[in-house]
């Protein structure tokens, strides 16, 4: 049993260079090629992945471990493969304000996928190893996602560091484009006023309607699929794959929704504010040049007349 907890940590330890190769091909790679993007994502999702190594678990410890094994294996397929493609695809088709929404999702998934990474690393400290180089992995990880935490808040909270961000992960198009969106709203407040409510109610519905009907129907066609094995081989009765299902649906969805709506609100408030930021910072009158810029010493001359 030790072997196969030592094996889990590796994998769980290369979770880590996971998501910083997840950040490599959707920030830079996919400008230059979408298959490449899309095939590296899919790749390192699929085989870096724990429940890949709890499916060789079930199997070789399971007394019935068919179908279970195979409901994990369809469901890591199908989510890795329909995941990478989506999100490759979505960046590479909305490259411009879409992918702060995107990335500040991303960032909250990576937040979640750490603290439960650093879960597992506590249960494993505590209880099955004792190596010498545990604790440096353990403190490699924990400053990790401190680092993770540190740049997703202070992502949302500042708007310098959505230039940064923009500059050091986004391609270069998606960052012209955003100063080009902020400039327009800031010499034209009306129309900050006017469609930025729609362009988020529509943005909220896409996102919400399609990726959550995405992620249901992922999950009902692996349990689809096992349960026709199941019925081919008689050898998991129906209802414990249900109780898989449910586990899987209730872990799934939740990640799923807390991530969708902690990211969107929030980029939704930082975007707000760097807007009212922009055009208030606009309407303040600039009085280097006296009679043609600054309105206020006009309007105060004509007073005074």
């Given at each position: 049993?030790?072997?196969?907890?030592?094996?889990?940590?590796?994998?769980?330890?290369?979770?880590?260079?996971?998501?910083?190769?997840?950040?490599?091909?959707?920030?830079?790679?996919?400008?230059?090629?979408?298959?490449?993007?899309?095939?590296?994502?899919?790749?390192?999702?699929?085989?870096?992945?724990?429940?890949?190594?709890?499916?060789?678990?079930?199997?070789?410890?399971?007394?019935?471990?068919?179908?279970?094994?195979?409901?994990?294996?369809?469901?890591?397929?199908?989510?890795?493969?329909?995941?990478?493609?989506?999100?490759?695809?979505?960046?590479?088709?909305?490259?411009?304000?879409?992918?702060?929404?995107?990335?500040?999702?991303?960032?909250?998934?990576?937040?979640?996928?750490?603290?439960?990474?650093?879960?597992?690393r506590l249960f494993i400290f505590h209880f099955h190893f004792?190596?010498?180089?545990?604790?440096?992995?353990?403190?490699?990880?924990?400053?990790?996602?401190?680092?993770?935490?540190?740049?997703?808040?202070?992502?949302?909270?500042?708007?310098?560091?959505?230039?940064?961000?923009?500059?050091?992960?986004?391609?270069?198009?998606?960052?012209?484009?955003?100063?080009?969106?902020?400039?327009?709203?800031?010499?034209?407040?009306?129309?900050?006023?006017?469609?930025?409510?729609?362009?988020?109610?529509?943005?909220?519905?896409?996102?919400?309607?399609?990726?959550?009907?995405l992620h249901f129907l992922f999950l009902l066609l692996s349990?689809s699929l096992s349960l026709s094995l199941s019925f081919f081989?008689?050898?998991?009765?129906?209802?414990?794959?249900?109780?898989?299902?449910?586990?899987?649906?209730?872990?799934?969805?939740?990640?799923?929704?807390?991530?969708?709506?902690?990211?969107?609100?929030?980029?939704?408030?930082?975007?707000?504010?760097?807007?009212?930021?922009?055009?208030?910072?606009?309407?303040?009158?600039?009085?280097?040049?006296?009679?043609?810029?600054?309105?206020?010493?006009?309007?105060?001359?004509?007073?005074?007349?």
């Amino acid at each position: 049993m030790e072997f196969f907890f030592f094996v889990y940590y590796v994998i769980s330890t290369l979770k880590i260079f996971h998501i910083l190769f997840i950040f490599t091909s959707y920030f830079i790679l996919f400008p230059f090629s979408f298959f490449l993007s899309f095939f590296l994502s899919f790749f390192l999702s699929f085989f870096v992945r724990p429940s890949i190594f709890f499916l060789f678990l079930f199997h070789i410890y399971s007394k019935h471990p068919f179908s279970f094994s195979f409901f994990l294996l369809v469901h890591s397929f199908i989510h890795s493969f329909i995941h990478s493609f989506i999100y490759s695809f979505v960046f590479f088709f909305f490259l411009s304000f879409f992918q702060s929404l995107f990335f500040s999702l991303l960032l909250f998934r990576l937040s979640l996928s750490f603290s439960f990474f650093l879960f597992h690393r506590l249960f494993i400290f505590h209880f099955h190893f004792h190596f010498h180089f545990h604790s440096l992995i353990f403190l490699c990880c924990l400053t990790l996602y401190l680092i993770f935490i540190s740049f997703s808040f202070f992502r949302f909270l500042s708007s310098s560091s959505v230039l940064f961000l923009f500059v050091f992960f986004s391609p270069f198009l998606s960052f012209l484009f955003f100063l080009l969106l902020r400039s327009v709203f800031s010499f034209f407040p009306f129309l900050s006023s006017t469609f930025l409510p729609f362009i988020y109610i529509l943005l909220f519905l896409y996102l919400f309607i399609f990726l959550f009907l995405l992620h249901f129907l992922f999950l009902l066609l692996s349990l689809s699929l096992s349960l026709s094995l199941s019925f081919f081989h008689f050898v998991v009765p129906i209802f414990t794959l249900l109780l898989f299902f449910l586990i899987f649906l209730i872990i799934d969805m939740s990640s799923f929704f807390l991530s969708f709506f902690l990211s969107f609100f929030l980029s939704f408030f930082l975007f707000k504010s760097t807007l009212i930021n922009t055009t208030t910072n606009q309407l303040k009158p600039s009085c280097t040049h006296r009679i043609i810029i600054c309105p206020v010493s006009i309007t105060k001359s004509i007073q005074d007349v």
